[in-house]
């Protein structure tokens, strides 16, 4: 079954606007949580990532919003720009267990930043 | 390398053919990561190796996928006897093994793979 629930599956945005894309999970073993970008024929790139100990990060743009309790965390992108315009996954990563080392990903958010 | 490496970028096969694709990780990178990514099904994940072996390959879709990883670098996915929804884009990742960099997977551009 899909390890993280992400949406919306696609997101028009005009020019200078937010973009918000949510995602939950239920695994708690899940302790770290990346944000990818993934532009038309090129691999997904790491964007932004977050640890459950904090309840936000922000890096230019970009911020992660988290909350533990409800297992849910979601990309917000400030003055969004033609250039956003990608497709953005959210994933989970257990940091311990028999699942080390493996990645889930959600089904991703495909985004159009309209100038 | 720079950066992940993956070949081919293209592949056209028939039905019933084997194929190879290969991935060149990111020297010093012992961890590699093979994910299929179809159209409006994101990121499948397929294998993960920690060096040369494969602590989880719980995500190959069936034994016709198997993947193999030699001298800690190079990684091949072969699937055999091709079938049409073996259709996508196989990615490949590499990432360090501790440490602050193991958790930033690269990614290499993909191998997109067409079965006729």
């Known amino acids: 079954q899909q390890q993280v629930k992400q949406s919306p599956q696609s997101l028009i945005v005009q020019k200078g606007g937010i973009s918000i894309i949510n995602c939950a999970y239920e695994n708690t073993a899940f302790d770290y949580f990346p944000w990818y970008q993934q532009f038309p024929g090129k691999g997904p790139a790491l964007l932004i990532a977050?640890?459950?100990?904090?309840s936000e990060k922000k890096e230019g743009r970009f911020t992660i919003s988290f909350n533990k309790s409800a297992k849910q965390f979601s990309l917000h992108i400030m003055d969004s720009q033609p250039g956003d315009s990608a497709t953005y996954f959210c994933a989970a990563r257990a940091l311990r267990g028999s699942t080390l080392g493996r990645l889930y990903f959600g089904r991703g958010t495909q985004l159009t930043v309209w100038p | 390398g720079a950066g992940v490496s993956q070949s081919p970028s293209n592949k056209v096969t028939e039905k019933g053919k084997d194929v190879e694709l290969r991935c060149d990780p990111i020297s010093g990178h012992t961890a590699l990561y093979w994910y299929r990514q179809s159209l409006g099904q994101g990121l499948e994940f397929l294998i993960y190796f920690q060096g040369n072996s494969a602590p989880d390959k719980s995500g190959l879709p069936s034994d016709r996928f198997s993947a193999e990883r030699t001298g800690g670098s190079v990684s091949t996915l072969t699937i055999q006897r091709t079938q049409q929804e073996d259709s996508a884009v196989y990615l490949c990742?590499?990432?360090?093994?501790?440490?602050?960099?193991?958790?930033?997977?690269?990614f290499g551009a993909g191998s997109r793979l067409t079965v006729l």
């Open positions: 990742a590499s990432s360090f093994l501790g440490g602050s960099g193991a958790n930033v997977l690269t």
């Open positions: 977050i640890r459950p100990d904090v």
